[in-house]
Nanobody
Framework: QVQLVESGGGLVQAGGSLRLSCTAS????????MGWFRQAPGKERDFLAT????????YYADSVKGRFTISRDNAKNTVYLQMNSLKPEDTAVYYC?????????????????WGQGTQVTVSS
C-alpha cells in the first residue's frame, strides 16, 4: 500500500520555526518527485516546494524562497520542510505529496499520492 505520514505541524509564534516531516512507503521513490503544498481556508492549494528524488534537484515558490527548505533522507524515505521566519499568513493546512508528472511539479495535478495534511498556525 502507498502511505504518506506527516508530522511536525502545530502552533508557533511569528518569527519562529517548524520542521515538517513526511515519510512515504509503498513506492519506488527513485522514479518520483515529492512536494509540499498548503491550503488556507477559502483558497486554492498552493505549491511550496518540490524535490526530484533521485537527483535531489529542488524548486521553490517565490513566496517561500529563502525561508523554507526542502530536503530528503534516502535511507528513511522521508522528505522535510524546514520553515523559518514564519508569518501569520503562513497559517494553513500543509500537505506532502508524491507524483510522477515532473513537468507539473508546480501543480497539484503533478502528484498522485497525498498525505492527510497537518495544520500549521502562526500567531501574531
Amino acid at each position: 500500500q502507498v502511505q504518506l505520514v506527516e508530522s511536525g505541524g502545530g502552533l508557533v509564534q511569528a518569527g519562529g520555526s517548524l520542521r515538517l516531516s513526511c515519510t512515504a512507503s509503498g513506492l519506488l521513490f527513485s522514479r518520483y518527485i515529492m512536494g509540499w503544498f498548503r491550503q488556507a481556508p477559502g483558497k486554492e492549494r498552493d505549491f511550496l516546494a518540490t524535490i526530484r528524488w533521485s537527483a535531489g534537484v529542488t524548486y521553490y515558490a517565490d513566496s517561500v524562497k529563502g525561508r523554507f527548505t526542502i530536503s530528503r533522507d534516502n535511507a528513511k524515505n522521508t522528505v522535510y520542510l524546514q520553515m523559518n521566519s514564519l508569518k501569520p499568513e503562513d497559517t494553513a493546512v500543509y500537505y506532502c505529496a508524491v507524483g510522477s508528472r515532473a513537468s507539473y511539479y508546480h501543480s497539484a495535478s503533478g502528484y498522485e499520492y497525498w498525505g492527510q495534511g497537518t495544520q500549521v498556525t502562526v500567531s501574531s
